[in-house]
């Protein structure tokens, strides 16, 4: 759940509710064109949304906070 906070469904992660919704999804993600393109925008906006989310990201952004 705290993942959804940082990490949103479809666009920068890919979260699923049981084990059939998993097959589907893997079999979309890797057997089809539109599934695989998906998948790399997917993963770019993951590497993108993890460089932003680091302690030090974090750090800095509670001491821009107090320094108001």
């Not at 992660?13 to 049981?18: E, G, R």
């Not at 890797?30 to 695989?36: A, S």
């Amino acid at each position: 759940q705290n993942l959804e906070k940082i990490f949103l469904p479809n666009i920068s992660m890919l979260y699923y509710k049981d084990e059939k919704e998993l097959i589907e999804l893997t079999d979309f993600y890797i057997n089809t064109k539109e599934g695989q393109q998906k998948a790399r925008e997917i993963s770019i906006n993951a590497r993108k949304v993890a460089k932003s989310n680091t302690w030090n990201s974090r750090f800095d952004d509670i001491l821009k906070y107090f320094k108001k």
